[in-house]
Nanobody
Framework: VQLQASGGGLVQAGGSLRLFCAASRSIFGISTFTVMGWHRQALGKQRELVAVVDKGGNTVYADSVKGRFTISRDNARDTVTLQMNSTKPEDTAVYYC??????????WGQGTQVTVSS
């Protein structure tokens, strides 16, 4: 199974972007991943959690994005979306999609660049 992310790009501060991630092999109606989410890595910094969501819709957000970003998933299609609003220059990073299976195997997408200009 591979995760394919899309939707990154350049946005002015205060603007919005939507990131999308889908599993390359998905059986409709059966979710491969117990948890799906997004991490990001800015230049010269460690990768950090942005937001994750489990099959039940429970979410965890980094403090830095609470109230601005919204994560959602479609269990039937194994997709996860990150709606980024009120973006800030410090949101600039490569964003990686993550899927975690029920036996705790991690699958990472290829990364998509998000650049927020001031």
């Amino acid at each position: 199974v591979q995760l394919q992310a899309s939707g990154g790009g350049l946005v002015q501060a205060g603007g919005s972007l939507r990131l999308f991630c889908a599993a390359s092999r998905s059986i409709f109606g059966i979710s491969t991943f117990t948890v799906m989410g997004w991490h990001r890595q800015a230049l010269g910094k460690q990768r950090e959690l942005v937001a994750v969501v489990d099959k039940g819709g429970n979410t965890v957000y980094a403090d830095s994005v609470k109230g601005r970003f919204t994560i959602s998933r479609d269990n039937a299609r194994d997709t996860v979306t990150l709606q980024m609003n009120s973006t800030k220059p410090e949101d600039t990073a490569v964003y990686y999609c993550l899927g975690v299976t029920n036996n705790n195997n991690n699958y990472w997408g290829q990364g998509t660049q998000v650049t927020v200009s001031s």
